[in-house]
């Protein structure tokens, strides 16, 4: 099973603050990598597929980079409803496996 | 608008079985495979498995094979996800989830189901 690495676990930063990121996977899924948003008691959103391609409806604040093993989700500037916790998954090969999240709260 | 309903909360006790039940609307085909993800209180998402709802074809992740078994209905709109012997450490929320390949763009409003003796 390929094996995903989030970082940071948790995070706090303010309205406004630009917000990076990092996924890392235990080998290559070039770019197979989706990343999803999660507020507490609902259901993940889909926010970027396929490493950078943004998701119908989502705000163009979100935006992902990468190839390989290394990923990265930035927030350009961080909104009230951006406050919730992050996940990252790999669609490269079963079984699908995702991140251990990271939670952004505020400063 | 593509929707996933999913059934209520469950309480089942160790060793036993439990079905939930995905009905989806919006869509005149089943475009895309179904999958089966759960989350444990406090933890990441974990995936299960899926289903071609057009020919019922499945996939199962190996941790699951041979207790978890996905099913649909003979209109493809309703899909099941039966885990059986159940653990302590199977209570948790567990969606439905479709979209493009593995990207999950339509989830379910997800089904708690609690082990407990």
């Known amino acids: 099973d390929i094996q995903m690495t989030q970082s940071p676990s948790s995070l706090s930063a303010s309205v406004g603050d630009r917000v990076t990121i990092t996924c890392r996977t235990s080998q290559s899924i070039s770019s197979y990598l989706n990343w999803y948003q999660q507020r507490p008691g609902k259901a993940p959103k889909l926010l970027i597929y396929a490493a950078s391609s943004l998701q119908s409806g989502v705000p163009s604040r979100f935006s992902g980079s990468g190839s390989g093993t290394d990923f990265t989700l930035t927030i350009s500037s961080l909104q009230l409803e951006d406050f919730a916790t992050y996940y990252c998954q790999q669609s490269f090969s079963t079984p699908v496996t995702f991140g251990p999240g990271t939670k952004v709260d505020i400063k | 608008q593509v929707q996933l309903v999913q059934s209520g909360a469950e309480v089942k006790k160790p060793g036993a079985s439990v079905k939930v039940s995905c009905k989806s609307s919006?869509?005149?085909?089943?475009?895309?495979?179904m999958h089966w993800v759960r989350q444990a209180p406090g933890q990441t998402l974990e995936w299960l498995a899926w289903?071609?709802?057009?020919?019922?074809?499945?996939i199962y992740s190996q941790k699951f094979q041979g207790r978890v078994t996905i099913t649909r209905d003979t209109s493809a709109t309703t899909v099941y996800m039966e885990l059986s012997s159940l653990r302590y450490e199977d209570t948790a929320v567990y969606y439905c989830a479709m979209g493009a390949y593995y990207n999950y763009e339509y989830w379910g409003q997800g089904t708690l189901v609690t082990v407990s003796s």
């Open positions: 289903i071609n709802p057009r020919n019922g074809n499945t």
């Open positions: 919006g869509y005149t085909l089943p475009t895309y495979a």
